[in-house]
């Protein structure tokens, strides 16, 4: 016996929204407190401590700044993704979404060489304060990444089959994920700002 | 046996205060207001504050949202 899950596509008239979007929104709220946390503690290092104890590579912000790019392109190309399927156009959506999941992967594997290149120097976690706290943050928002790449991977596999008997429900999942994946872009924004640029 | 516990626990606190000569605290927590370590737990409890603080706004705001939207839905007339 199969149970049908209330409002997980249908809006509520007293939320203004579905019930997937509510939680979404609910689960941004703690994603955002555990990067406030790792950030705070970023800020605690790095103003608890002289200049030349904190000495942070300027020479990466070309590789970090092609990623931001990366990154930002696969935002347009999901949310794009998101008002194809709105305008049941589902070739078109399925593309951009392809993109935004290949922008993803690109992302993670320059996100790799920015690794590889300091492993090759010898600079790891346990190296210095700046390099704990860095590969702390972006080790988690890769993480995020990860994640955000795996749930659309699965909605560009399955989509076609759920696009034709229920395209309401497609749309409300896609919309899902284009605001997670949305929310992993801000946070790179910030991370790239302070760890690169500030 | 339960009943001793305190008791050895208080020798023991009482062993630690009598056999230390000096005290050890970081600057935070010994209040010295020029240390840098003190001025980056500054910064950073003011972080958090404002982390914490956009997300409670996030709450608030929903919830005046709720309570402007239940507003014309009337008794009796919500959709099941």
């Given at each position: 016996m199969s149970m049908e899950i209330p409002y997980a596509v249908k809006v509520r008239t007293d939320t203004g929204m579905n019930n997937a979007r509510l939680g979404l929104w609910l689960f941004l709220g703690s994603e955002t407190m555990l990067f406030g946390g790792l950030i705070s503690a970023y800020v605690f290092l790095r103003m608890g401590s002289a200049s030349e104890q904190f000495v942070h590579d300027l020479s990466e912000i070309p590789l970090a700044g092609i990623n931001t790019l990366i990154l930002l392109a696969s935002s347009v190309a999901i949310t794009l993704s998101v008002w194809s399927l709105r305008d049941r156009v589902f070739n078109r959506h399925r593309i951009l979404m392809g993109i935004a999941v290949a922008a993803g992967l690109l992302f993670l594997g320059l996100k790799w060489l920015d690794y590889s290149e300091k492993f090759g120097r010898g600079?790891?976690?346990?190296?210095s304060t700046y390099l704990a706290i860095f590969f702390t943050l972006t080790g988690v928002h890769a993480l995020h990444v990860i994640g955000g790449i795996l749930v659309n991977s699965y909605l560009l596999v399955t989509g076609r089959k759920l696009f034709r008997e229920d395209p309401d429900r497609l749309l409300s999942r896609v919309s899902a994920s284009a605001l997670y994946w949305n929310f992993v872009d801000a946070v790179w924004i910030v991370l790239f700002l302070l760890l690169y640029v500030v | 046996m339960s009943k001793r516990i305190p008791y050895v626990l208080a020798v023991v606190f009482f062993l630690f205060i009598v056999g230390r000569t000096t005290a050890i605290s970081c600057p935070v927590c010994f209040g010295a207001l020029d240390d840098p370590a003190t001025n980056g737990m500054n910064y950073a409890i003011f972080t958090l504050l404002g982390v914490t603080g956009s997300v409670l706004a996030g709450f608030v705001s929903f919830a005046l949202r709720l309570r402007r939207l239940s507003r014309p839905v009337a008794p009796g007339k919500e959709e099941a």
């Open positions: 600079l790891y976690p346990a190296t | -």
